[in-house]
Structure formats: structure tokens, C-alpha cells
């Protein structure tokens, strides 16, 4: 009762030995009624585990969307094969740990994870189409720039050509 996870024991035929305070309380169930009966949660979704949460041989776990009276919730959950001391028959213990939040976090955390990965996808797509669409008219300044520097020009020309040039090349090494 202190374990404070969901406790749940069953004979060979899924009939409920016992079940802790915290499985009634979650699934909204009087023990009495349900001692005796088949326990069978509605399933609303199923995950496949990782492989660092696998259990030994023989063991079965988990993760569990299922239907609570406060609404679906997230279990991770292990059924344990074991013997029934009283008739010696092979029962079946499962114990379920409530990671709804966890769940969701996780949900948040891969949301974000996606967004910020689009982000970065379109400011890269951005980068590029402003490069390339800077580096045409640049090129064509500093062209035009070079065709000047065939041409008489005063002096005061000269000098503002080849303001006009380098401030082009810094530029264009500043884009590529």
C-alpha cells in the first residue's frame, strides 16, 4: 500500500487476488467488487518500450494509454509471472507507475523539437535565397566597377571607383 504504485494481482484465469488502494483509487473501483471479478482497463493506446526499460525473460512491459474516470491517463506497466503461495498455480502480478506527466513533457519537448528544427530549415532556405539574389547585382557593380577602371578618369573619379570597388568586394566576402 505504500508502494504508492499500481498494484495487481490475478489467478491463471485473470481474476483479481488482490489490487492496492492506489489501482482503486485511479480506476475509481470498491475493492470488494472488484476482488473475485476480471479486471480489463479499456486500452486507448500502446507504446513500444526502449531497450534499456526491457525486463528479464518472462516479464512483460509496457507503456499504456488507458481510461480512467479523470480522464486517460499514461502507465508504464510490468506484468510479472508468479507462483500463488495458497494454491501453488502460476498467477500474474502487474505493477504500473503513472508517467502521464512524463508523457507529456515528452509531447512537449518533441513539439518544440520539431518547431525549432523548421525554424532552422526556413532561415536556412532565407540565407540562401538572399545570397543568391544579393550576389547577381553585386557582381554586376563590381563589373562595371572593373569596366570603369579601363576608362580616363580624374583623379576624384578614380579614388571614388575604387571606394565604389572594394566596398563591393568586402561585401561579396562578406556573403559567400
Do not use: C
Request: aromatic share 6%; glycine share 10%.
Amino acid at each position: 500500500e505504500a508502494f504508492g504504485d499500481l498494484v495487481l494481482h490475478r489467478d491463471g484465469r485473470g481474476r483479481v487476488i488482490f489490487a492496492n488502494a492506489a489501482l482503486m483509487e485511479v480506476f475509481g473501483l470498491d475493492s470488494g467488487a472488484l476482488t473475485g471479478n476480471v479486471f480489463s482497463p479499456k486500452i486507448l493506446a500502446e507504446t513500444g518500450i526502449s531497450p534499456d526499460m526491457r525486463t528479464p525473460a518472462g516479464f512483460a512491459a509496457r507503456e499504456l494509454q488507458l481510461a480512467t474516470p479523470g480522464g486517460p491517463r499514461w502507465f508504464h506497466w510490468i506484468d510479472l509471472p508468479i507462483r500463488d503461495d495458497v494454491t501453488g498455480e502460476t498467477a500474474l502480478r502487474s505493477v504500473a507507475r503513472d508517467i502521464t506527466e512524463h508523457k507529456h513533457a515528452e509531447h512537449v519537448l518533441e513539439q518544440a523539437r520539431a518547431k525549432a528544427e523548421q525554424a532552422n530549415r526556413a532561415k536556412s532556405r532565407f540565407l540562401a535565397t538572399v545570397s543568391h539574389e544579393m550576389r547577381t547585382p553585386l557582381n554586376g557593380i563590381l563589373g562595371m566597377s572593373g569596366l570603369l577602371r579601363d576608362t580616363e578618369l580624374t583623379p576624384e573619379q578614380g579614388a571614388y571607383n575604387e571606394a565604389i570597388h572594394g566596398s563591393g568586394t568586402a561585401l561579396l566576402a562578406l556573403i559567400e
